[in-house]
């Protein structure tokens, strides 16, 4: 019973396309359960103490990677956190709703967000996301739960058996 009411709020998705835009002092857990994507005003110091201080009981497992040019990542992760690492410049990502299921057929709407060195943008489950900057890497971590991990691992073998 407890699996079932986990999967029904892993593949619940948010309907409405808002983006919160919050100070780092103001963010909590429950606008994080609200599942919008956030962007933290704040240029943090460093990117990774603030994945493992804010969300130090919240996962399992980790990954971090970075997100190319034009590459689209869709998050099956509990949260997926993405940030600039570039002093330089201010990086572009689009942001698409999880109502989007077929980005391939370009009728999908998407926000660009403009991150600065350091800042964050928390992605919940379903959202997918893009570099949209020319020769940019941006830094990303994917955050996994037990049940995150565990509908992945379930999704994987469903897609296997389908081919």
């Known amino acids: 019973m407890i699996i079932i ?4 709020y892993y ?16 963010l ?10 956030v ?16 969300f130090k009981y919240m996962y399992i497992s980790s990954r971090e990677d970075t997100l190319s040019t034009s590459e689209y990542i869709t998050n099956k992760s509990k949260f997926f956190i993405i940030w600039n ?6 990086c572009n990502v689009d942001i698409i709703s999880p109502k989007y ?10 926000i660009t967000a403009k991150l600065k060195f350091n800042q964050v943008l928390i992605l919940p489950t379903h959202w ?4 949209s900057d020319e020769g940019k890497q941006l830094k ?11 509908f992945q691992t379930i999704q994987t073998i469903q897609n296997s058996i389908m081919k």
């Open 85 to 90: 690492s570039d002093q330089d410049k201010v």
């Open 128 to 131: 997918t996301v893009r570099n």
């Open 28 to 37: 909590t857990v429950d606008i994080l359960k609200e599942k919008h994507p």
């Open 39 to 54: 962007i933290i005003y704040d240029q943090l110091i460093d990117p990774n103490e603030f994945i493992k201080i804010f």
């Open 101 to 110: 299921k077929n980005i391939s057929d370009e009728n999908f709407q998407f």
């Open 140 to 150: 990303y971590i994917q955050l996994d739960g037990p049940f995150s991990q565990l």
């Open 5 to 8: 009411v986990h999967y029904k």
């Open 11 to 26: 593949i619940q998705v948010n309907e409405s396309y808002e983006i919160v835009q919050i100070f780092l002092n103001r």
